[in-house]
């Protein structure tokens, strides 16, 4: 359990991984909320862009004549994989950047 508080009240680790856990509602909340704790916002950041982008990626799978439904497929257990990922590295207190989104959330943080 993280000793560090966010302004919300929550444990730093619970109130990230709530982040991943209610994918886009979570993550919109704390970034609301959040005043104090840069970890909490990073990662409702991070989860904010990267299942933004897996959202869009799903839905334009569905535009691709024949290979559209593997791809579609494709995507839903990357999301999966990612989601458990993050849930997991959140609650472990661990910055774990995702490839690219992480470097996109980060610079974001920057500018808060």
């Given at each position: 359990?993280?000793?560090?508080?966010?302004?919300?009240?929550?444990?730093?680790n619970?109130?990230?991984?709530?982040?991943?856990?209610?994918?886009?509602?979570?993550?919109?909340?704390?970034?609301?909320?959040?005043?104090?704790?840069?970890?909490?916002?990073?990662?409702?950041?991070?989860?904010?862009?990267?299942?933004?982008?897996?959202?869009i990626?799903?839905?334009?799978?569905?535009?691709?004549?024949?290979?559209?439904?593997?791809?579609?497929?494709?995507?839903?257990?990357?999301?999966?994989?990612?989601?458990?990922?993050?849930?997991?590295?959140?609650?472990?207190?661990?910055?774990?950047?995702?490839?690219?989104?992480?470097?996109i959330?980060?610079?974001?943080?920057?500018?808060?």
């Amino acid at each position: 359990m993280s000793p560090f508080r966010s302004s919300t009240g929550l444990p730093d680790n619970i109130a990230a991984a709530l982040c991943y856990f209610f994918p886009f509602i979570g993550a919109i909340i704390f970034l609301a909320l959040e005043k104090r704790s840069r970890f909490v916002l990073f990662h409702s950041l991070q989860s904010l862009i990267a299942f933004g982008a897996l959202m869009i990626a799903h839905v334009l799978s569905g535009f691709i004549p024949l290979l559209g439904d593997v791809a579609g497929a494709l995507i839903s257990l990357c999301s999966f994989a990612v989601w458990l990922l993050m849930i997991y590295h959140a609650l472990g207190s661990r910055w774990f950047k995702l490839p690219w989104v992480g470097q996109i959330a980060e610079s974001q943080l920057r500018q808060l």
